[in-house]
């Protein structure tokens, strides 16, 4: 009985190590940042989106909760792509680590963009 005991805490450890193993990246990987840029558009702040990717797998597909989101400096599409509350980053390629992905908005303050999805790719 006690052998059977350790036996399962084994195969109960190398479960928890693989499960860790698997799940080593998530959204909350993703960071986003945002920083006054220093300059003006039309009379309103502009401010710099820095969305950094601490994790080693690529982190694709992301979007960022735009709930309230606005901004008078057009923004291509191909960076961030507004539907509604949700926007697409980078046209949904992938965001690397030690490569932050950055765009530039101006409103007369800060957003908060948080991420609520992405397809992490460990390859
Ligand atoms: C998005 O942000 C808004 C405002 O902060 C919040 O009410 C809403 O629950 C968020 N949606 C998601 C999907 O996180
Ligand atoms: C992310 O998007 C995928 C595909 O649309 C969906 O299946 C999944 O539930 C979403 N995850 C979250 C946390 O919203």
């Known amino acids: 009985m006690a052998a059977t005991n350790k036996i399962f805490s084994i195969l109960l450890f190398l479960g928890l190590i693989f499960q860790g193993y698997g ?33 080693v797998c690529k982190q694709q597909n992301v979007k960022l909760n735009c709930t309230g989101f606005q901004t008078l400096e057009l923004i291509d599409p191909s960076v961030l792509s507004v539907s509604g509350n949700v926007c697409l980053v980078n046209a949904g390629k992938p965001i690397i680590s030690n490569d932050p992905f950055t765009f530039k908005y101006a409103w007369d303050y800060l957003f908060q963009l948080t991420p609520i999805n992405s397809t992490i790719a460990c390859s």
Request: glycine letters at 6%.
């Open 23 to 55: 799940q080593s990246c998530s959204l909350n990987d993703l960071s986003v940042s945002v920083a006054k840029a220093g300059s003006f558009i039309q009379g309103k702040p502009e401010w710099e989106v820095t969305i950094a990717n601490n994790c």
